[in-house]
């Protein structure tokens, strides 16, 4: 079996559980944890244990010599929506060539600093924009076609819909109290 009806495949199996039951589509995803190592240096770490490290450049107090944190969030940002869209092209039996999305952002580096504006109003730290750029192709698939498979995919990509509908953040604070493990 081909990956395309592999994923396909997968893909039907998981629709017909959840038709079954819906309510097993409801899960808590799995956390990341940040460990500080000191300096502007932060290891993240999967429950799988692969691990992740980010710095800031030296105009900020780092090294520069991993990604930033913000990178790695539009690099998650690129990687979830490459993946729904290969999958809806994978539901519609169509195969790639190539598939790359590209996500940029503009951000004031001022709302990191906790600095104000000319109005005293506090800067915004995240992105102000953000730019999401597919290229794909598949021989003999219209243009058409391809634009409604992205769309269909950044409809159903996780981290799209974060973006679009800001979950609710609930924060907890523990000080001076060990970790659980």
């Known amino acids: 079996m081909d990956t395309r009806h592999h994923i396909a495949e997968a893909l039907r199996r998981a629709v017909a559980v959840f038709t079954r ?36 450049p030296a105009e900020l107090g780092g090294g520069g010599d991993l990604p930033s944190p913000g990178w790695y969030f539009r690099a998650g940002i690129a990687a979830c929506a490459t993946t729904a869209i290969a999958m809806v092209a994978a539901e519609q039996d169509i195969v790639l060539d190539r598939l ?29 924009a953000m730019q999401v750029a597919v290229y794909l192709s598949a021989a003999g698939v219209d243009a058409e076609r391809l634009k409604s498979i992205v769309e269909e995919g950044l409809r159903r990509s996780p981290m799209q819909g974060a973006l679009a509908g800001q979950p609710a953040l609930t924060v907890a604070v523990s000080v001076g109290e060990a970790r659980a493990a």
């Open 21 to 56: 039951r819906p309510d097993k589509g409801l899960h808590d995803d799995v956390s990341a944890r940040a460990q500080w190592q000191g300096g502007m240096q932060v290891t993240a770490t999967h429950g799988s244990g692969v691990q992740i490290g980010t710095d800031m």
């Open 100 to 128: 790359d999305v590209d996500v940029g952002s503009r951000s004031d580096a001022r709302g990191l600093l906790g600095m104000r504006g000319a109005d005293g109003a506090a800067i915004e730290a995240g992105p102000l």
